[in-house]
């Protein structure tokens, strides 16, 4: 571990001076040799000393809020209308640029150079897990290295850029999540970040609305390995059917991760119970099996796990800090999130999906061991194109095979998830379509009884998670058992 600095060191790391050379821009007031504390782009957050950098949004102008920010304590404004320079009166910085959104990624481009020699940085993309893959990556090198991580799912062309300009002189790793909706995204995200090590956890049907077709989803994600230098490892999923593909575009060696292919890091006697997961972990190329365990539910989090140990192997890490970086990781919220209301189980997976992860979510839901029945309430997944209602009854198709006892369709694409799971039965007794949360919480108040498990999952922009929030203090149906007849 590297000494410690005290806060007022760690802090004021970069000048004025450095950030006009790192941003091509102007110094309009101030002096080159006053430092800045920390960045920021939301007034609300803006600490002591902080340099506010004015972004033009689609619906907010980062201006307007410039003489709060000050208010607030900023030592300066990146701005790029001068308008507003002329009405600061007090002994603080304005720096001009011609776009503050290009200066934000082009200071965070050059901070990140001056940390290269200190701090390898770890970049994660993916169709599904790759949030999870980023938090748990953080758990274990956290054990060992003073680590930064993207925060939530922080992953585009603003996220990124501030999750680098946390690095500071303590920083020892770092592991930064990608995201993409168009072509060319995630390259832009790799050369302002430059990572050291790169993972695709997988392939899969999410944003086809805007890619058309899974090729075109594996074309973007491969932006980060065509983005990497020559000889920086990459792992990758041996049991994706793009892995042969992938591994082809590789610039470096490749470090697999899988169950069922043959991998170096692999996962067998998976056992999940008492809202946790434990399975062996076979970290081949550390000659090493051992149990580890998760303290939360959900069979699929195995994949994101061994992707994760896979990572943290090419740090220095070893098995029984990957155990123990397991053991204390958590779940970032609405992923596979448990809870318990009048004696129902709730499992809140609402942040996002697409038919694998909604599919990989039902799979691991019904290996729970419950008294009562399975209830699914199915959002619609959204972003996908003219495949949208394909993908809904695949969904619907994938549930016939399964123990599910009710589900719940919201929104206008789901209830092709009851046709192709209940085909003519248009009776209702085992299922239920409804156009709000309001609906749904509702039916769920009839359905629902102690003893009973409810899925909820769907699209970010359903809002599913004020289901949860509508189920709490209702007084759900008695089971029979506690009816009093």
């Given at each position: 571990m590297k000494p410690q600095m005290n806060a007022d060191e760690r802090r004021h790391y970069l000048s004025v001076r450095e950030v006009v050379e790192a941003v091509n821009g102007k110094l309009v007031k101030g002096r080159g040799d006053d430092r800045f504390a920390g960045i920021a782009i939301d007034s609300r957050a803006v600490c002591d000393d902080d340099l506010f950098i004015a972004i033009v949004g689609r619906r907010l102008d980062g201006h307007v809020f410039v003489p709060e920010a000050l208010a607030r304590g900023a030592a300066g404004a990146l701005v790029t209308r001068l308008e507003f320079a002329d009405c600061i009166d007090r002994d603080v910085a304005v720096i001009f640029a011609d776009d503050t959104t290009k200066a934000l990624q082009n200071l965070a481009k050059w901070h990140r150079r001056r940390a290269m020699s200190r701090c390898?940085?770890?970049?994660?993309?993916?169709?599904?897990?790759?949030?999870?893959?980023?938090?748990?990556?953080?758990?274990?090198?956290?054990?060992?290295?003073?680590?930064?991580?993207?925060?939530?799912?922080?992953?585009?062309?603003?996220?990124?850029?501030?999750?680098?300009?946390?690095?500071?002189?303590?920083?020892?790793?770092?592991?930064?999540?990608l995201g993409t909706s168009a072509f060319g995204e995630i390259g832009d995200l790799v050369s302002i970040c430059s990572p050291d090590i790169g993972c695709i956890t997988n392939i899969g049907p999410a944003h086809l609305e805007f890619f058309g077709n899974i090729a075109n989803v594996a074309q973007a994600k491969a932006e980060l390995l065509?983005?990497?230098?020559?000889?920086?490892?990459?792992?990758?999923?041996?049991?994706?059917?793009?892995?042969?593909?992938?591994?082809?575009?590789?610039?470096?060696?490749?470090?697999?991760?899988?169950?069922?292919?043959?991998?170096?890091?692999?996962?067998?006697?998976?056992?999940?119970?008492?809202?946790?997961?434990?399975?062996?972990?076979?970290?081949?190329?550390?000659?090493?099996?051992?149990?580890?365990?998760?303290?939360?539910?959900?069979?699929?989090?195995?994949?994101?796990?061994?992707?994760?140990?896979?990572?943290?192997?090419?740090?220095?890490?070893?098995?029984?800090?990957?155990k123990e970086g397991l053991a204390k990781a958590t779940l970032p919220a609405m992923r596979y999130e448990i809870s318990t209301i009048s004696g129902v189980t709730v499992i809140n997976d609402a942040y996002n999906a697409n038919p694998v992860s909604t599919?990989?979510?039902?799979?691991?839901?019904?290996?729970?061991?419950?008294?009562?029945?399975?209830?699914?309430?199915?959002?619609?997944?959204?972003?996908?194109?003219?495949?949208?209602?394909?993908?809904?009854?695949?969904?619907?198709?994938?549930?016939?095979?399964?123990?599910?006892?009710?589900?719940?369709?919201?929104?206008?694409?789901?209830?092709?998830?009851?046709?192709?799971?209940?085909?003519?039965?248009?009776?209702?007794?085992?299922?239920?379509?409804?156009g709000s949360v309001e609906e749904v919480v509702s039916v769920l108040k009839e359905v629902a009884a102690p003893g009973d498990a409810v899925l909820i999952k769907g699209s970010r922009a359903n809002g599913m998670e004020r289901i949860v929030d509508g189920l709490k203090g209702l007084a759900l149906m008695p089971s029979l058992e506690d009816a009093k007849i």
């Open positions: 390898p940085i770890i970049a994660v993309t993916g169709s599904n897990g790759k949030t999870t893959t980023k938090d748990l990556t953080w758990s274990i090198l956290s054990t060992k290295y003073e680590t930064v991580r993207s925060e939530g799912s922080k992953n585009n062309h603003i996220g990124l850029p501030l999750t680098l300009l946390r690095l500071d002189q303590n920083t020892e790793a770092a592991v930064v999540e065509e983005g990497m230098r020559d000889g920086a490892p990459v792992v990758l999923n041996a049991d994706d059917e793009w892995f042969e593909w992938l591994r082809g575009r590789a610039k470096g060696p490749v470090v697999t991760f899988g169950v069922y292919r043959p991998a170096d890091f692999m996962a067998e006697d998976v056992r999940v119970e008492n809202g946790s997961v434990t399975f062996r972990l076979i970290a081949n190329p550390l000659g090493s099996r051992r149990y580890v365990r998760m303290p939360f539910a959900g069979a699929h989090n195995v994949y994101n796990a061994l992707a994760a140990a896979a990572i943290a192997s090419q740090v220095g890490i070893g098995t029984s800090e990957i599919m990989s979510a039902l799979s691991s839901f019904c290996e729970m061991s419950i008294s009562g029945k399975r209830i699914f309430v199915c959002g619609d997944m959204l972003e996908l194109g003219d495949y949208g209602r394909q993908a809904h009854r695949q969904v619907g198709q994938f549930i016939r095979s399964q123990p599910i006892d009710y589900v719940i369709a919201l929104g206008s694409l789901s209830p092709e998830v009851v046709k192709a799971a209940f085909g003519d039965d248009l009776r209702g007794e085992r299922w239920a379509c409804c």
